[in-house]
């Protein structure tokens, strides 16, 4: 079983208040990896957040195919941030030899394009990069998008932690947004693409629990958009899922809920949207999504969500103190990093609503 966590504070905060928030639920984790995405960044890329920011691991050789690429295709590098690792001796992480984490400037002819043609082509740049690096077993980049920072590592969340120097609050590494899981994909190969938090095109997204519908909606979703790929991880369709209701179909939010857990037929006939709702299940049929589970997922726009499988078989819930709002698999974590909060005033999420939780900080439940 997963543990999964999210923070959105008004005050940018470190790394470390996430591992905090995770290592309370150890017992719900196997100690297997360690995963975050930072959004709405401060500390030393405070100054960059309209520049798309790559994120990666990879050998020398790597780096060097990566750089080749990127100024043949007129990135210009604005900044970079390579953490130094602590190698000490008995530390558990599979580390890669370089982490980098660099800024660029885009090309000059798509400096006054539109953001939609941005998009695309961070996206078309990540997935070049990623089969560069994969031909010749040397690398990964796991986001390019601005204002995002991605890592991912294999080993023991603490021992990570060590590794990077995430318990040192520098100042560094600060955000306002920060998604994390501590496990890596240990249903499937372990690679480092299938740990947990996702990322495309600014939607980020992890997952606690499993989808017995994996297969269906993997050949589903193959067609649907070129950055629908890998499929590591069957929590992936989560993602893809999402991506496709609020990027391509333009649809709000609610109704991402209504195509992953979809109100069997008797319920919808009763509802004023019925003809909306049954063109839901006709037609998006093979994405809906079966077994225990809970999602939380941070989009473009600063908004957290989160949200439960139809019966409700996995745990979340969502905390305040006023400066920042979190969201955990397990209690515990909320008390060990706000516990003066009003707990009475904790949510719980039911099995048939989303939580969105808005760049303001205020709270919503959409009721499906």
């Known amino acids: 079983m997963c543990r999964i966590g999210a923070i959105k504070s008004k005050v940018a905060f470190h790394p470390s208040l996430a591992l905090h928030l995770m290592l309370p639920q150890q017992e719900g984790h196997d100690n297997s990896g360690f995963a975050m995405v930072m959004q709405d960044l401060e500390g030393v890329f405070a100054n960059y957040k309209d520049k798309p ?17 990127m100024e043949t295709n ?21 580390a890669m030899p370089y982490y980098i984490f660099r800024a660029y400037d885009y090309p000059e002819y ?85 740990a947990h938090p996702f990322f495309l095109q600014g939607y980020t997204l992890c997952a606690n629990g499993e989808n017995t519908f994996y297969t269906k909606n993997k050949e589903y979703q193959k067609p649907l958009h070129r950055g629908y790929i890998g499929f590591e991880s069957d929590s992936q369709n989560f ?12 649809w709000p939010i609610k109704y991402y809920k209504h195509v992953i857990t979809p109100l069997p037929f008797d319920e919808i006939a009763k509802r004023p949207d019925h003809r909306e709702l049954t063109a839901i299940r006709q037609s998006l049929g093979h994405l809906e999504i079966n077994g225990p589970n809970t999602i939380i997922a941070m989009l473009p726009d600063g908004r957290m969500v989160t949200c439960c499988d139809s019966k409700k078989l996995r745990p979340v819930v969502v905390g305040s103190d006023g400066t920042m709002i979190a969201i955990s698999s397990e209690v515990c974590g909320l008390n060990q990093i706000m516990p ?29």
């Open 74 to 94: 007129n990135f210009t590098p604005v900044y970079e941030w390579i953490p130094r690792g602590v190698r000490q001796p008995g530390l558990d992480i599979k």
């Open 239 to 250: 993602l893809y899922t999402l991506h496709y209701v609020l990027n391509v179909l333009k």
């Open 110 to 194: 798509y400096r006054t394009a539109t953001p939609e043609a941005k998009a695309e082509l961070l996206l078309d740049t990540r997935l070049a990069l990623r089969v560069l690096l994969e031909n010749e077993d040397q690398g990964y980049v796991y986001s390019f998008w601005p204002d995002v920072l991605t890592l991912k590592e294999i080993g023991d969340p603490r021992d990570i932690a060590v590794y990077f120097k995430l318990w040192d609050n520098t100042g560094e590494l600060m955000a306002k947004n920060i998604v994390v899981q501590c496990r890596q994909n240990t249903n499937y190969e372990i690679v480092r693409y299938a």
């Open 53 to 69: 920011l790559l994120s990666m691991a990879c050998t020398q050789k790597g780096a060097a195919l990566v750089e080749h690429f």
């Open 340 to 368: 003066g909060r009003n707990q009475e005033q904790d949510i719980y999420p039911n099995e048939r609503e989303v939580v969105v939780i808005t760049p303001d900080l205020e709270v919503e439940r959409w009721k499906q």
